[in-house]
Each structure stands twice: as structure tokens, then as C-alpha cells.
């Protein structure tokens, strides 16, 4: 007579095996796997996000340049406060912040770097 602890480990799952597997968990990481790579190309690019990552990034360094520019005396206007060109770095500084990191997080994203995603950017949907 056949041991009953044997019968149980050699029952069948209702789950198709891979013939490529040689058990239960072989299966289970591939079904994740393929699971997780269907997960991953399911996302949408976000093109305004990084439409706009793109335009605060060239405006910052616009801004950062062109109040260093105007500081250093380069550039002279007859009718500038002696504050301007520091509101400009300021604010060439606030524009430059997110969008560098939202430009850097996309080239994470799509160098395939792990813990990255596109859920990480904003869509402006």
C-alpha cells in the first residue's frame, strides 16, 4: 500500500506546469515574473510630465544663466533694480529643482533601474 504522506506531495495543482520546471516554485516564479513584466509594459509613458520636466528645466537654466550673466555685469539694462538678477537665480532655482529630478527619474525609469517606475511621474491626465 502507498504511504499517504506521498500521495499528498504528488497530487496535481488545477495550475498547468511548465515542462521547463521541476517544481512548484519554479512555476510560481515564472508566473510572477511574466506577471510582473506584463505589470511593467501595461504603464503609460507620461509625455506631459515629462513635457513639462523638460520646459521647467530649459527655463531654470534660462533664468540661472541670465541672472548670473546680468550680476557679473555681461549684460546691462538701463531700467534693473540691483535686485533682479537674484530673483532670477531664484527663480531659475525653483524652476530647475523638479525639473531636473523628474528628468533624472526618467532616465532612471528607462535604463531599468530597479524601484523605479512610471507611476513615479505625474501624467496631467
Known amino acids: ?18 515542462p521547463n520546471c521541476q517544481n512548484l516554485e519554479d512555476q510560481f516564479l515564472l508566473d510572477h515574473e511574466k506577471h510582473w513584466y506584463m505589470r511593467q509594459n501595461s504603464q ?3 509625455w506631459r ?15 540661472i544663466v541670465s541672472g548670473i550673466l546680468i550680476l557679473c555685469g555681461i549684460l546691462t539694462f538701463q531700467s534693473l533694480d540691483k535686485v533682479t538678477p537674484y530673483g532670477l537665480i531664484v527663480f531659475g532655482l525653483l524652476c530647475i ?3 531636473a529630478y523628474h528628468i533624472q527619474l526618467a532616465l532612471r525609469i528607462s535604463a531599468g533601474n530597479r524601484g523605479y517606475s512610471w507611476d513615479d511621474i505625474p501624467d496631467f491626465n
Open 49 to 63: 510630465g515629462i513635457a513639462l520636466a523638460c520646459v521647467l528645466l530649459t527655463f531654470g537654466l534660462t533664468f
Open 44 to 46: 503609460r509613458f507620461p
Open 97 to 99: 529643482i523638479p525639473g
Open 1 to 18: 500500500m502507498a504511504n499517504p504522506s506521498s500521495t499528498l506531495l504528488s497530487t496535481s495543482t488545477s495550475a498547468p506546469v511548465s
